[in-house]
């Protein structure tokens, strides 16, 4: 099952959205799962790996394995909305 993804953020996903923009810890623009896992993992949830993959699998519109911050982030908020963040 393919999700639409929202193409802009709402007001309300601003500090989810800079958490995980601080996240990008090389800085190249774009989330690794283990970058992923990293914030998951600060948020206190647990199973951050398997968060991490979910959202992944959730947000990876191009399959590329990473997270672009410019185009693909929202998807990861989403996510992360969806289970009550």
Same mark, same amino acid.
């Given at each position: 099952?393919?999700?639409?993804?929202?193409?802009?953020?709402l007001p309300h996903?601003?500090?989810?959205?800079?958490? $995980?923009?601080?996240?990008?810890?090389?800085?190249?623009? $774009?989330?690794?799962?283990?970058?992923?896992?990293?914030?998951?993992?600060e948020l206190s949830?647990?199973?951050?790996?398997t968060r991490a993959?979910?959202?992944?699998?959730?947000?990876?519109?191009?399959?590329?394995?990473?997270?672009?911050?410019?185009?693909?982030?929202?998807?990861?908020?989403?996510?992360?909305?969806?289970?009550? $963040?």
């Amino acid at each position: 099952m393919t999700l639409k993804v929202r193409s802009k953020a709402l007001p309300h996903d601003e500090q989810l959205l800079s958490y $995980f923009r601080k996240k990008d810890a090389n800085h190249d623009g $774009f989330l690794s799962k283990e970058e992923l896992q990293e914030g998951f993992k600060e948020l206190s949830l647990r199973i951050p790996k398997t968060r991490a993959q979910h959202a992944l699998n959730h947000a990876d519109g191009n399959g590329d394995g990473l997270i672009s911050l410019d185009q693909e982030l929202c998807g990861v908020i989403e996510y992360a909305e969806g289970k009550g $963040f």
